[in-house]
């Protein structure tokens, strides 16, 4: 079993930065590929990015790459999602998310979710 909490969400203006926590705890947390997933209103929720416990392997989606940063600390079980140049569609609950398998954790198959943590971006 994982446990995830995130936080770090908040109101910010459009350009500027923000950085999103989720602490992970359990028996397979330090070593789960772990990413951040968002929803916004009236919309599914969409991948953001992942990256496996060793970041050899980090995907991002199109709309966010070069934008936002993913990056974990493993001596601490986190993983952080820095987000630059924030947009006002980038406005959703963020969630963090956790599964043995990389690839079903970018498929949206995920075993673990966080409760999520409201971005808002105003223009």
């Known amino acids: 079993q994982v446990q995830l909490v995130e936080s770090g969400g908040g109101l910010v203006q459009a350009g500027d930065s923000l950085r999103l926590s989720c602490v992970a705890s359990g028996r397979t947390a330090s070593t789960s590929p772990m990413g951040w997933f968002r929803q916004a209103p009236g919309k599914e929720r969409e991948f953001v990015a992942a990256m496996t416990f060793g970041g050899g392997i980090i995907r991002y989606a199109a709309s966010v790459e070069g934008r936002f940063r993913i990056f974990r600390n493993n001596i601490n079980n986190t993983v952080y999602l820095q987000m630059t140049s924030l947009k006002t569609e980038d406005t959703a609950v963020y969630y963090c998310?956790?599964?043995?398998?990389?690839?079903?954790?970018?498929?949206?198959?995920?075993?673990?979710w966080g409760q999520g943590t409201q971005v808002t971006v105003s223009s």
């Open positions: 998310a956790a599964d043995k398998s990389i690839w079903s954790l970018r498929d949206g198959n995920v075993e673990y």
